[in-house]
T-cell receptor
């Protein structure tokens, strides 16, 4: 257990509404990541962070933004949710840039 | 761009058998390779990490190997048990510590009692 929590764990929202998912870690790891998991696609990287206010895009970043104002929190925002963003979202941390540990996930449904 | 493939997509074996799960990757400049287990509706549990300078790692009944020249990794599970039933994912890290993992689509394993 790498001390990673995600909130909310489940959310149903309507198309066009903004949504923010939160990832919180307790061990001050520098690297944090957001992935989404979809049937047929597996897990894909959305955004990642290598420090406070230092973020970069991953493979499927369109429609998503992130922020990291504190070491322990990494926020993922869907500015205007679409049905294609229905997915399970996982946050991860990297220990010294090597092994990655994952949070429990957030199941998001956009209706 | 790194691509990771896992074969087979699904596997069902009787309890007690030894088995091998396969993972192949396209970029031989892989930094490390990590194996995960995922139970239905749950998150990912890290099983083994093999760094590029290593050839294999062992944890209990699990042994993972890495052959960068052939672009392959295998996960060997000895004396399989029904509790081993899960989806197994391999993922490669091609860049430095800041980069995310590239995942295969997984092997869904069922161990029959």
């Amino acid at each position: 257990d790498a001390g990673i929590t995600q909130s909310p764990r489940h959310k149903v929202t309507e198309t066009g509404t903004p949504v923010t998912l939160r990832c919180h870690q307790t061990e001050n790891h520098r690297y944090m990541y957001w992935y989404r998991q979809d049937p047929g696609h597996g897990l894909r990287l959305i955004h990642y962070s290598y420090g406070v206010k230092d973020t970069d895009k991953g493979e499927v970043s369109d429609g998503y933004s992130v922020s990291r104002s504190k070491t322990e929190d990494f926020l993922l925002t869907l500015e205007s949710a679409t049905s294609s963003q229905t997915s399970v979202y996982f946050c991860a941390i990297s220990v010294q840039g090597y092994e990655q540990y994952f949070g429990p996930g957030t199941r998001l449904t956009v209706t | 761009k790194q691509e990771v493939t896992q074969i087979p997509a699904a596997l069902s074996v009787p309890e007690g058998e030894n088995l091998v799960l396969n993972c192949s990757f396209t970029d031989s400049a892989i930094y490390n390779l990590q194996w995960f287990r995922q139970d239905p509706g749950k998150g990912l549990t890290s099983l083994l990490l093999i760094q590029s300078s290593q050839r294999e790692q062992t944890s209990g009944r699990l042994n993972a190997s890495l052959d960068k020249s052939s672009g392959r990794s295998t996960l060997y599970i000895a004396a399989s048990q029904p509790g081993d039933s899960a989806t197994y994912l391999c993922a490669g890290l091609s860049g430095g510590g800041a980069d995310g993992l590239t995942f295969g689509k997984g092997t869904h394993l069922i161990i029959q009692p």
